[in-house]
């Protein structure tokens, strides 16, 4: 899948100061580095998402630095504390540069 | 004395309970039929978990896809599969557990793959998909997920009689140097290890299955050339007549499993 797309699930609803949980899943190669291409004999470089940011209504509250050995297609869930109705903004970056963005409205009552 | 008699009896009935603990048959609910189980419950508990789990399961990543090029007119007659089948929800919610069937056109057995790419030939002219591409995976995935929960139910008597008989004939040959057929592990061998992983009994129900090892999707038919592979046996092309008896043959093998599209396994 040359096309990385993201997902995010979040509640509909939370109370404030509930503690929710924010799942994501991406599609992402992973390629680990270690590979070597089938017919050229050639590395093939390494290109995994090596960092994870979450923002909640402009503030970082979750972010991650990842290293070689994670899964393709990763999927992270982590838990956030209600405090305003708002936007989470999911960002993962790879050793590219490129950065997948994903944003998620959140109600808290 | 009369305090030993009272243990004596405690250690007996301790002793009754634990042999009926023994012998009580696992329940495995919807994953068995009769003496038949779906490789989910072979599964560790943790990879049942992720297919558990509609959103964790990455190979939804894939049923989107699907869904979107359900609905995406393509080829010289400008149609999509959706503006004849509708809503995929109803019209391929048996397809999943009916297929491979037989094609009377062609005298032979068609997986789905195969009628995927009759109807993008024939009725929307257009290319059809490769075998294992994004677009073949994706669509293959979605429309069997449609059929999620249904019982598997391909039918083998009459004019398929002959080509189940094929398959039954290749699942019980051996071959390749290590002369095993998938009897052999499949078969006789279920629960058993082969070296680090248990062995399953080979059901088809959840495929095309997310396999961790492969971080992707796949369809039986590469499942299929990974275990010819792992037998020194050489493989069989994707959608090659050989494959395609087979799997009828191991779709009939797991009748009544439920569908499990998109299945996780190690």
């Known amino acids: 899948m040359a096309k990385v ?19 994501s899943l991406i599609s992402h190669k992973m390629e680990s580095g270690q590979r070597k291409h089938k017919k050229t004999g050639e590395k093939i470089p390494r290109q995994i998402i090596n960092k994870f940011v979450c923002t909640y209504n402009g503030k970082a509250v ?19 504390k209600a405090v305003d109705s708002g936007s989470l903004d999911l960002a993962w970056t790879d050793d590219s540069g490129a950065v997948y963005k994903k944003t998620t409205k959140i109600t808290v009552t | 004395m009369r305090n030993l008699y009272i243990a004596a009896l405690g250690v007996a009935a301790m002793t009754v309970t634990s042999i009926g603990t023994v012998f009580a048959a696992e329940d495995y609910g919807k994953y068995q039929v009769e003496d038949r189980r779906s490789g989910y419950t072979y599964a560790a508990k943790e990879t049942q978990a992720i297919q558990d789990d509609n959103f964790e399961n990455p190979a939804m990543l894939w049923v989107d896809d699907g869904s979107v090029l359900w ?4 080829g010289e007659v400008g149609k999509a599969c959706a503006s ?20 009377p056109k062609l005298g032979k057995m068609q997986n789905l793959e195969q009628r995927i790419n009759q109807c993008r030939t024939e009725n929307m002219k257009a290319k059809p998909f490769k075998y294992e591409s994004a677009e073949m995976l994706g669509m293959t995935t979605f429309v069997r997920h449609q059929s999620n929960g249904q019982a598997m139910s391909v039918k083998v008597d009459g004019e398929v009689a002959p080509f189940f008989k094929k398959g039954e004939a290749f699942y019980n040959q051996r071959r390749g140097q290590l002369d095993m057929s998938c009897k052999n592990c499949h078969g006789d061998n279920s629960g058993n290890m082969a070296r680090a992983n248990m062995l399953s009994e080979g059901q088809s129900n959840g495929f095309p299955t997310y396999r961790l090892k492969w971080q992707k ?13 792992n037998i020194r046996a050489k493989p069989f092309g994707y959608g090659s007549e050989e494959y395609v008896n087979l799997e009828l043959y191991v779709a009939w093998r797991g009748r009544g499993l439920p569908v499990e599209t998109p299945a996780v396994r190690n």
């Open chain 1, 5 to 23: 797309k993201a997902r995010v699930k979040v509640p509909k609803k939370v109370a404030k100061g509930e503690i929710f949980e924010v799942k």
């Open chain 1, 62 to 80: 979750f972010s991650s630095d990842w290293h070689g050995a994670v899964s393709a297609n990763p999927y992270l869930s982590f838990h956030v």
């Open chain 2, 71 to 74: 609905e995406q007119a393509e």
């Open chain 2, 84 to 103: 004849c089948h509708e809503d995929a929800a109803d019209s391929m919610k048996m397809t999943g557990a009916e297929y491979p069937k037989h094609n």
């Open chain 2, 217 to 229: 999707p796949g369809s039986i038919h590469r499942r299929f050339r990974g275990c010819n592979k």
